[in-house]
């Protein structure tokens, strides 16, 4: 009696054995390590994808523009291309946004010499403060006119030609350039092709220092503050990520009763360039706000954009 007794809860036990470790043996057979009804293997969520680190990238820009002319262009370091208006082919006066071609025409010449203390005074007025008299010293040891078909030539320009307003032949600041142009020159001003290997640096360097506001204060009949603009229109996420160099030109001329304006900036990734001409009753903070409006239009991605998060597969894995 007591031997089948024990038989019989030993086939009980072993039957109700199956039933807990089974499950388990199986589990850790199929790695399913889900809840009860999940309908698959268990999902954890991977890390939420951050956005890559903002830029500037090609895109619609749209500007309620007051004036004659509008024109801007976004070149892509890393590939060569070149974005912008329908219009971008088409010229404005440089202006003072020359003055950086001849501070590297200069700089170029001396090759693997030092910078004569002169020099760097005159490149540091010319760009920083935008000094006429500085970058006409530039202009002269350059060669002069000679120093326009050398930046056509050596930053492959198609657009760009000497001034030819009436009674201001040959002035450097008349000289025309196209928006697509201008962001060439940000570039062969950063590759190294218009100051050469040695002081390319040097010159970036002071375009990241350019100084002064559209404050009437900081305007002068032969200089003024040039750090508006594209600089203003970039997130501090943009401009904390490395140097941002700058050289702005603007006038207002009476041959034509408008403000010229152009802005550019050139970084590691990317050229930019704004060209403008306006009412001068609308001031200069009015082409300053439109060169900013353009850059912040073309940040991307935009501030304040959502991580992307994996969403979790649907049914049996």
């Not at 009804?37 to 939420?48: C, F, L, S």
């Not at 010499?113 to 490149?123: L, Q, S, T």
Request: net charge neutral; hydrophobic share 40%; proline share 7%.
């Amino acid at each position: 009696m007591r031997s089948r007794v024990i038989m019989v809860l030993a086939v009980v036990f072993a039957l109700l054995g199956g039933v807990l470790v089974v499950p388990t043996a199986y589990a850790r057979l199929t790695g399913d390590t889900g809840s009860p009804g999940d309908g698959g293997v268990a999902w954890t969520p991977p890390e939420p994808t951050a956005p890559p680190p903002p830029t500037l990238a090609a895109g619609p820009v749209s500007v309620d523009f007051k004036g004659e002319f509008f024109s801007w262009a976004l070149l892509d370091r890393a590939t060569g291309e070149i974005a912008g208006a329908e219009n971008m082919a088409k010229t404005n006066s440089t202006e003072s946004m020359i003055k950086a071609w001849f501070a590297a025409e200069y700089l170029r010449e001396l090759g693997d010499a030092p910078v004569p203390e002169r020099g760097r005074r005159n490149i540091s007025a010319a760009i920083r403060d935008s000094d006429d008299d500085a970058a006409n010293r530039l202009y002269d040891a350059a060669g002069r006119q000679a120093t326009i078909r050398r930046m056509v030539q050596t930053c492959d320009l198609t657009d760009t030609r000497p001034g030819r307003v009436p009674g201001y032949i040959g002035w450097w600041s008349f000289t025309e350039m196209s928006a697509r142009d201008a962001v060439r020159l940000g570039n062969c001003l950063a590759d190294g092709r218009a100051a050469g290997p040695t002081h390319t640096g040097f010159l970036l360097d002071e375009m990241s220092k350019v100084r002064g506001s559209t404050d009437p204060a900081d305007q002068q009949a032969r200089q003024g503050g040039g750090r508006w603009g594209i600089i203003d229109g970039l997130p501090e996420s943009i401009v904390e990520q490395g140097r941002v160099s700058i050289k702005n030109g603007w006038t207002p001329l009476n041959y034509d009763g408008n403000w010229h304006v152009n802005c550019l900036a050139v970084t590691e990734k990317w050229s930019l360039a704004v060209l403008l001409r306006y009412p001068q009753s609308r001031g200069l903070d009015y082409g300053a706000d439109v060169c900013a409006s353009v850059a912040t239009q073309l940040v991307t991605p935009q501030p304040g954009a959502a991580l992307k998060i994996p969403q979790q597969p649907v049914g049996k894995l």
